[in-house]
């Protein structure tokens, strides 16, 4: 896609800062109230060496009408960037609004603890701290989150990549989540969420969140833009979890500037055309999904794995669930809420951080990452499927 959508940007300072909730306690989280451990939850340190800086912006396409609220003729979008830091700043950014945490809990049927506790969950990056010295622009990653998921949910991946040297900018997409707080103050709430949720709705979803991805690049590496010294527009991919990982696919197929792709435990949707999709792409997931010949989310998968004709992994981690690979199973972890993961939400955030920055590292700046070629005794949680022949080791 080239051309640059027409829109309007606002970097929203510390006093507005509105890094939209996550959904913590998710809506499969186990449901008692009364074992919710009254705790501050945190997010666990980076493991790169630089520090992290955060800002959040207001964007503004106003050459489309909103795709689940026809009325609004411009679309809005509240867009999370964290970038390697000079040093760290003085003030930690929020992680969500009182608003947003309160929604989020609700939703989640948690009770038994503040309902703003969310708003103060600890987090490692700096609100507007100073960007690092750099020779020239920094790769930069898209995050897209699930389904009625805001784009804190990915935080504690998108804080690691940063230190490791990555711009991140994590989207909500709008009306697709439990709460989305505007810098005027407005939350936006799920209207996505109502009426049926058929392959029609998923095709226009995925559709929609494409075009997202794409204006929100418009924005970032434009010419004469705020933050375009601060990306390389040859560096550039993507990854989501849930929806936001089929929609990986879309946005690829969509914009030929996403270099490469992740899609994490997300359902695909049939995006790929018939003359395949030759750049780099990575499937993780949980074995009881997306075990190849496991049925139909899995076969999802395997349709794509014929069409995707260059590079590519099918990894599965066992003892996770849906939530592992976010900050979700990590959360639920310290208030004690079961979400049914055998492995900890802890461990988990390790793997995911591990494999993921070693893919973008390998297709964005060209390292070898060897623990993407074969099964690692660090990991022993990671097993190598392939579709073919129906095996995973």
Not at 172 to 199: I, K, L, M, Q, S
Not at 262 to 286: A, C, M, N
Request: glycine residues 10%; charged residues 20%; contains cysteine.
């Amino acid at each position: 896609m080239s051309g640059l959508a027409a829109g309007v940007l606002i970097l929203v300072t510390s006093a507005c800062l509105t890094s939209p909730a996550n959904a913590a306690p998710s809506t499969t989280a186990a449901t008692p109230a009364t074992g919710v451990r009254a705790v501050t939850p945190a997010l666990p340190k980076p493991t790169g060496s630089h520090a992290v800086g955060t800002t959040s912006l207001y964007l503004k396409d106003t050459s489309r009408p909103d795709p689940w609220v026809p009325t609004a003729k411009a679309r809005e979008l509240m867009v999370s960037l964290w970038y390697p830091a000079a040093s760290p700043g003085k003030r930690r950014a929020s992680y969500m609004t009182a608003k947003e945490s309160e929604a989020l809990l609700k939703d989640g049927g948690i009770t038994g603890v503040p309902l703003d506790v969310l708003s103060r969950t600890r987090t490692n990056a700096f609100t507007d701290a100073r960007p690092a010295r750099r020779g020239h622009g920094l790769p930069l990653v898209v995050l897209s989150p699930g389904f009625t998921k805001p784009r804190a949910t990915l935080t504690g991946l998108a804080e690691d990549l940063a230190s490791r040297g990555y711009a991140v900018a994590a989207i909500d997409h709008t009306y697709e989540n439990v709460a989305t707080t505007f810098p005027d103050g407005r939350v936006t709430t799920c209207v996505a969420c109502e009426g049926d949720h058929d392959p029609a709705f998923w095709k226009k979803l995925g559709k929609g969140r494409a075009a997202d991805v794409s204006f929100v690049l418009d924005e970032l590496t434009g010419k004469g833009g705020k933050l375009a010294a601060l990306v390389d527009p040859s560096r550039i991919a993507m990854a989501g979890h849930s929806a936001g990982g089929a929609s990986t696919l879309d946005a690829m197929v969509r914009d030929s500037r996403l270099r490469a792709g992740i899609d994490i435990d997300g359902t695909t949707e049939g995006s790929i055309p018939e003359g395949g999709l030759s750049r780099p792409f990575l499937f993780l997931g949980k074995p009881a999904t997306y075990t190849p010949g496991s049925g139909a989310p899995a076969a999802s998968w395997e349709n794509d794995w014929k069409l995707l004709t260059g590079w590519k992994r099918w990894l599965l981690v066992t003892g996770t669930v849906h939530e592992s690979f976010t900050d979700v199973g990590l959360l639920a972890d310290q208030f004690g809420i079961e979400i049914g993961a055998d492995l900890s939400g802890a461990r988990s955030m390790k793997v995911t951080r591990a494999y993921v920055g070693a893919f973008f590292d390998r297709h964005l700046r060209g390292e070898r990452e060897p623990l993407l070629d074969k099964a690692s005794a660090r990991y022993p949680e990671v097993k190598f499927c392939a579709p073919e022949t129906k095996t995973c080791a």
